[in-house]
């Protein structure tokens, strides 16, 4: 196993931030007041990547047994949120994780309150 690389691989309906230090203002612009700085309701940061969203299963797999495993590929209802975005979530929602040296937040889609995106115009 030497040599192989390790990929960090998000599941669900999670998002992975890698998180701005609290501030006035954040990178992006968006002003957070001192309430929710000193508190650390919100923090904000950039979503490194997401996870492929909320598992759900099509009608017509529906059955009278649901507990056999189905036979058809997995679907999901994807997130909003894209690799690059800058997301503003509550803190108390995100789980702090470390991986290669880099501490990054785990943060659920029903977390994050706002995404700044940039589009080309």
Known sequence: MDGWKKRLIVVGDRILVSPEEGE???RVGL???PTAVDKKEVQGGTVVATGPGTPVSAPTELSEEPWKIGQGEARYMPVQA???DYALFFRRAAVEISFEGKTYLVVP??????LVREELP
């Not at 889609?109 to 706002?114: M, R, S």
């Open 109 to 114: 889609q029903a977390a994050i309150l706002t």
């Open 31 to 33: 002003y957070l007041p």
């Open 82 to 84: 894209q690799a690059g």
């Open 24 to 26: 006035e203002r954040t």
